[in-house]
């Protein structure tokens, strides 16, 4: 089956580094998205990886590893307002040749001062 | 460029009852989804319309349906409420035509059923 992991919670301080880490186990792949909630609000894009390696944006970065479906949202320099859910997503091709995205149950990061 | 709005924004139901959701894409999106988010179950994939159609569809009973409109403006139904139904639910725009393209969600509607 499709199964997507993430850790439930993380807590960091302002000004440090954290990674959030996420597992996916799909039958082929078509790349990976971070997406950053605040709570009450809309999910937003942050992060696209479909080859192996780094991409950084900024004060963030996602690794992904096909071979060992893995991949990490690196947050730098913390601020108070990146306390927030962070979500892996996979799209997966479906019976009827389309896709569907499948979502990990989501990392809430506080971040502490 | 006007983004996602999903209306009402807060819904009070009780159980047995009906609900109806409404979603507008960014113009020129032909792709709206619908999910189901809840505090343990992250986001649950309800189905998706792409011009009018219903073209995949997750595991979720037949109480819950939806269409799409010819302005790409889709509503979602559920019917006969249950307690288990009180969720965020969210709605997502694309162009629908790549597994490369981010989707764009709206603000979600806050349903509570009592």
């Known amino acids: 089956g499709q199964n997507i992991d993430q850790p439930t919670e993380m807590t960091a301080t302002e000004g440090a580094i954290v990674q959030i880490n996420c597992t996916y186990q799909?039958?082929?792949?078509?790349?990976l998205f971070w997406y950053q909630q605040h709570a009450g609000e809309a999910p937003t894009f942050l992060s696209y990886?479909?080859?192996?390696g780094l991409e950084e944006k900024g004060r963030f970065s996602s690794f992904l590893s096909r071979s060992k479906g893995y991949s990490y949202l690196l947050l730098k320099e913390l601020q108070m307002k990146d306390s927030a859910s962070y979500l892996c997503?996979?799209?997966?091709?479906?019976?009827?040749?389309?896709?569907?995205?499948?979502f990990g149950t989501g990392t809430r990061l506080k971040v502490l001062a | 460029k006007a983004g996602v709005t999903q209306t009402p924004r807060y819904l009070i139901k009780t159980r047995g009852q009906q609900v109806t959701l409404s979603c507008s894409p960014i113009?020129?999106?032909?792709?709206v989804s619908w999910y189901q988010q809840t505090p343990g179950q992250g986001l649950q994939f309800l189905f998706e319309?792409?011009?009018?159609?219903?073209?995949n569809k997750g595991n979720f009973p037949g109480r819950f349906s939806g269409r799409q409109f010819s302005n790409s403006r889709s509503e979602m139904n559920v019917s006969t409420l249950e307690l288990g139904d009180s969720a965020l639910y969210l709605c997502?725009?694309?162009?629908?035509?790549?597994?490369?393209?981010?989707?764009?969600f709206g603000s979600g509607t806050q349903l509570s059923v009592l």
């Open positions: 997502a725009s694309s162009s629908g035509t790549s597994t490369n393209e981010k989707l764009f």
């Open positions: 799909t039958s082929g792949f078509n790349g």
């Open positions: 990886n479909v080859l192996d």
């Open positions: 997503a996979v799209p997966v091709v479906t019976t009827s040749g389309t896709y569907k995205y499948i």
């Open positions: 113009s020129g999106h032909r792709s």
């Open positions: 319309y792409f011009s009018e159609t219903q073209r």
